[in-house]
């Protein structure tokens, strides 16, 4: 496989471009993103077989169950940020090494179910939460340790709409290429 097909099979949709500035008509609809999300996802997959789950969406990628677990924890990350940033000022939020997350026992092998269900759960949070978000909470930032930037709330609201979109669409292509879907 050569590099430019590796590339979009890593990211399908692209890398997030972050518009600027960022508008009030986009809050909104990276908002709906997040808001329809757990279901779309869940249709996605709820009804893939255990073999369909631990296939890979690409060479040396992770498999459809891993992605689904990754999605929760990521998601759930993200809302904990989100409150952070809200009730501290500019706090150093605590990273994770996903890929090491992604490696453990419950990720590469329990139901995704579980996940789906969590997924729900901290979406409907997160989107009550970011229906509020004033202006002044939308400039409100945390301070990411990786690459110790700051990172304002109304960038992570994109961020986090690209990132569901993002795996639905490493599932999704490799459903259609499987013929699955």
């Known amino acids: 496989m050569n590099d430019t097909a590796l590339e979009q099979l890593k990211y399908p949709i692209g890398p ?17 993103v997040l808001e329809k999300f757990p279901i779309r996802f869940e249709v996605l997959v709820k009804y893939l077989t255990k073999e369909q789950l631990d296939t890979r969406y690409r060479p040396d990628g992770w498999t459809i169950r891993q992605v689904v677990h990754h999605v929760s924890d990521s998601h759930h990350h993200s809302y904990t940020r989100f409150k952070w940033a809200l009730t501290e000022d500019k706090p150093v939020i605590k990273a994770y090494n996903e890929a090491d997350w992604a ?19 901290v979406h409907y949070k997160l989107v009550n939460l970011l229906k509020g ?3 002044e909470d939308l400039n409100k930032s945390f301070i990411h340790p990786e690459t110790n930037s700051e990172v304002l709330l109304s960038y992570n609201i994109g961020n986090y709409a690209w990132h569901s979109n993002h795996h639905y669409a490493h599932i999704e292509n490799l459903l259609k290429r499987k013929g699955w879907i």
């Open 133 to 135: 978000l004033t202006d």
């Open 16 to 32: 997030f471009e972050c518009p600027s500035p960022i508008t009030e008509n986009h809050i909104k609809e990276w908002i709906s």
């Open 103 to 121: 490696e453990l026992h419950d990720s590469k092998n329990d139901p995704i179910q579980m996940s789906l269900e969590h997924i729900k759960a």
